[in-house]
């Protein structure tokens, strides 16, 4: 085990998977000589050379419609977008073809790659530097999309992600890069897509959440406790394919669930996440599911510690949901 | 080189000292923590702005970048309402919903910063295309930095203009950098004045540097669109003196570059020719100062956006 934090941990998986697959590839805007605005792909420049990672021009819709080449060849690209809000020049790339390709070609070519992308608000960057896109890539069948709350899923996560036979959106919170610090497994190190963990257990109230929004939660949970609800936090870490059997199993338990989200909150991932504890759950429901998201508004500047949903948001929606 | 009057070379070098002082400010400011968030400088640019927008007429439209306080302020933006945008307060130009890159006004028709790189160019050819279908005889002035010209956006907004014959003017910030990547990193086609010139559209190279060539340049320029004549690009060759924000320690340029360029700064070229003395530079330097305290001051005093006006603005009336 070794102390990093997720820039680090990212940047472990990344040279661990180029030193072991030659196939690896990462590509992006100053992601070579620079190493990255956020230094998560520092140092690789230097060791693997510039054809395994590639310093690109300001163009997202190139980065990953040549990522979407490379990995038709067989080659794995593991292109960085400098923000997932600077995604969109790429969006019909990743919709139109890296989601569709292998439905498209009946099954003949897969798209194999891991597009890597800082998420989320909570550093003051306003509109363009803080958005939660995630289930913008959920709803186009066909793609992957992991976004883990910690160092060591950070780690085990990428390193199952670039080994998927499939498309993955790896989303980073960048408000808990540097602060989400933790023992890390060295060496080779996976973490199953596609299962959620129980990262605080509790009986009354089940909180689903990810990202850096585990935190948040968490500090909902310790304040929760001194008024006597005990919350049961799921950190979802890969948010699709969804681990539903998890959320589920926690919900029987507790009767009671509240969804935490960046995003807005119409059409987030939270709504499918209740849409289909209400299928599977229903009768075990002792209260209203209840989202607390995002608003549904551009993400702002100057009210940012109103629209994200912090503990003092979570925690009061919490409470109710235990009285109702 | 054209005839300077010293009315006008004093009006243009008051413009480059207020965007220089203002910015040194912000950058105090961002220390203090008053101002968050992304920060990025102008300075040593200052001559593009100072220089292109004396040549627009107030009908025009501006279509800016997110490194754009200079561009606001040489438009017309009021001081007061840039300093407190900046601040994220709701005296501020956009409400304070955005901050430094988001700097909008639609007396001046300002069309905005803009936090995504390119995204400025195909908006800036529908409102020249909305000015030719209308028969009006007015321009569209488009910001855009040397990265931009890797976008998409580029390609597809100077090929619509350029086959529309619209009235824009395409303005190319070119300071050598797009964050960490230089201009030949970048580029197959260095010379952006040819990759321009391929679209079938008039375009030029100038000094970015010299205050009175941008402004010369821009003037014939203008007139040529306004003579119905179809859009024109300029490359503006400049550099920028500081990081790219306050987040770079700036690895990818040496420090004897950096210098090189600083001693074109842009003001002290200026008030060379015009052979201002220690004494009248300092008095206007005091005047673009008390400016630049007031604006604080008024920033300083403004509130913060009510927070039952977060989901205003989304949608004309608020849906149920
Ligand atoms: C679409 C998009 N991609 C990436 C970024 C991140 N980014 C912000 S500024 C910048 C460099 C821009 O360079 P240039 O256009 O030359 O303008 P300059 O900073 O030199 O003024 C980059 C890559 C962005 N804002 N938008
Ligand atoms: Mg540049």
Redesign the interface.
């Known amino acids: 085990m070794a102390q990093m934090n997720m820039v680090q941990a990212i940047n472990d998986a990344l040279r661990l998977e180029m030193k072991r697959d030659d196939r690896v590839v990462v590509l992006g805007?100053?992601v070579g000589?620079?190493g990255g605005?956020f230094r998560v792909t520092a140092g690789l420049y230097d060791e693997f050379g510039e054809e395994r990672v590639i310093?690109t021009?300001?163009?997202?819709?190139?980065i990953i419609g040549t990522a979407i080449g490379m990995a038709l060849y067989g080659l794995v690209p593991v292109p960085e977008i400098q923000f997932a809000?600077?995604i969109?020049?790429a969006y019909d790339q990743i919709v139109s073809e890296l989601a569709k390709y292998r439905y498209r070609s009946g099954g003949e070519y897969p798209c194999k790659m891991v597009i890597r992308t800082p998420v989320g608000g909570g550093?003051?960057?306003?509109?363009?530097?803080s958005q939660s896109p995630e289930a913008q890539f959920i709803h186009v069948a066909g793609l992957k999309v992991v976004c883990p709350s910690n160092a060591a899923d950070a780690k085990g996560l990428l390193l199952a992600a670039i080994r998927d036979p499939d498309p993955v959106l790896f989303f980073e919170p960048k408000r808990v890069y540097r602060a989400a610090k933790g023992e890390v497994p060295e060496g080779d190190y996976t973490v199953p897509l596609g299962q959620a963990k129980v990262v605080r257990p509790g009986k009354d109230v089940t909180i689903v959440t990810w990202g850096a929004m585990v935190y948040e939660a968490l500090d909902a949970a310790n304040k929760a406790s001194v008024e006597g609800v005990e919350c049961e936090i799921v950190d979802l870490r890969t948010l699709w394919p969804l681990d539903i059997d998890s959320v589920v199993g926690s919900v029987k338990k507790t009767g009671r669930l509240v969804v935490v989200h960046e995003a807005p909150r119409s059409c987030g991932l939270g709504g499918e996440i209740v849409a289909l504890v209400n299928e599977k759950a229903f009768l075990h429901l002792e209260a209203p599911p209840v989202r607390v998201t995002g608003?549904?508004?551009?993400f702002?500047?100057?009210?940012e510690m109103?629209?994200l949903p912090l503990a003092h948001r979570i925690l009061p929606a919490v409470l109710a949901t235990a009285k109702y | 080189m054209s005839e300077l009057t010293r009315e006008r070379g004093l009006r243009l070098l008051r413009e480059m000292l207020r965007i220089r002082r203002f910015e040194e400010r912000c950058a105090e400011l961002y220390q203090a923590e008053k101002i968050r968030g992304f920060l990025h400088l102008y300075i040593g640019e200052e001559a593009i702005a100072a220089g292109v927008m004396p040549e627009l007429l107030p009908d025009d439209a501006v279509v800016a970048t997110y490194r754009e306080h200079g561009h606001a302020l040489a438009r017309g933006v009021a001081m007061n309402a840039v300093m407190a945008e900046m601040y994220g307060k709701w005296e501020g130009a956009s409400r304070g919903r955005g901050g430094s890159m988001h700097i909008f006004d639609a007396a001046t028709r300002f069309y905005g910063g803009n936090a995504i790189v390119g995204g400025g160019l195909p908006l800036a050819v529908g409102l020249a295309l909305a000015d030719a279908l209308q028969k009006q005889s007015r321009v569209t002035a488009c910001f855009f930095g040397d990265g931009a010209v890797a976008e998409g956006e580029f390609h597809e907004s100077l090929n619509l203009a350029a086959l529309w014959k619209l009235p824009v003017l395409f303005l190319c910030e070119n300071n050598l950098y797009a964050m960490g990547t230089a201009l030949e990193r970048a580029q197959s086609q260095v010379d952006l004045v040819a990759k321009a010139a391929s679209y079938a559209l008039p375009a030029a190279r100038v000094d970015g540097m010299d205050v009175v060539d941008v402004g010369d340049a821009t003037r014939s320029a203008v007139a040529a669109i306004r003579r119905g004549e179809g859009p024109r690009f300029l490359e503006l060759v400049t550099y920028r003196f500081r990081a790219h924000s306050m987040f770079d320690a700036e690895l990818y340029r040496t420090k004897s570059e950096v210098a090189t360029w600083r001693a074109r700064d842009p003001i002290a070229l200026l008030r060379a020719r015009l052979d201002l003395g220690e004494a009248a530079m300092a008095a206007l330097d005091a005047e673009v100062v008390s400016e630049v305290d007031a604006s604080v001051a008024f920033a300083e005093a403004g509130s913060w956006e009510p927070v039952e006006r977060l989901t205003t603005d989304v949608y004309a009336r608020r849906p149920p």
């Open positions: 805007e100053d000589k620079v605005v310093d021009p300001l163009s997202e819709g190139g809000d600077f969109f020049p550093i003051r960057g306003g509109h363009y530097h608003f549904d508004t551009p702002p500047y100057t009210l109103e629209y």
